[in-house]
């Protein structure tokens, strides 16, 4: 692979070639980083492909997104089973900005839901569940 500043044909080449001989289940790609995988995939997909975009680094924003990637990840995104987004800021822009369809979209928040956990669990639950791990 070559770091380019921007698509390489080869790259596309490359990395094609590998799904068709590695064959995988599902592709995950991760932020701008792996655009490249991405639109590899995208034409006659080789497998399915889960998209994760979870922020920008210092040169983006959501208020300050480039033109290149803007017009860029479309082509690379849009052919994914789901862009998998952990804010409504990221949601909103998938959707709107970057023109990928909501049905595509899944908002996936980070963290834990401690409310959830606020109850003590269910006793007779509890009398039925034996630890069969090692030892602590």
């Known amino acids: 692979m070559r ?8 790259n596309l080449k490359r990395f094609r070639q590998l799904l068709g001989t590695l064959r995988p289940d599902l592709l995950l790609t991760y932020n701008w980083g792996a655009i490249e995988w991405a639109i590899a995939n995208r034409w006659r997909p080789l497998c399915r ?3 994760f975009e979870d ?3 210092p040169q983006e924003s959501p208020s300050r997104q480039s ?3 803007v017009l860029t990840r479309p082509a690379g995104i849009v052919g994914t089973q789901h862009i998998i987004v952990p804010s ?3 949601y909103d822009l998938a959707t ?6 909501p049905d595509h979209v899944i908002h996936l928040p980070n963290g834990i839901d401690c409310s959830r956990f606020a109850q003590p669990p269910d006793a007779e639950l509890m009398q039925n ?8």
């Open 49 to 51: 492909h889960l998209h």
């Open 129 to 136: 569940w034996a630890w069969t791990g090692p030892e602590l």
């Open 67 to 69: 033109g290149r990637r």
């Open 55 to 57: 922020g920008f680094g």
């Open 3 to 10: 770091k380019t500043r921007s698509l390489s044909l080869a």
């Open 96 to 101: 709107g900005r970057w023109r990928i369809a």
């Open 88 to 90: 409504r800021t990221l």
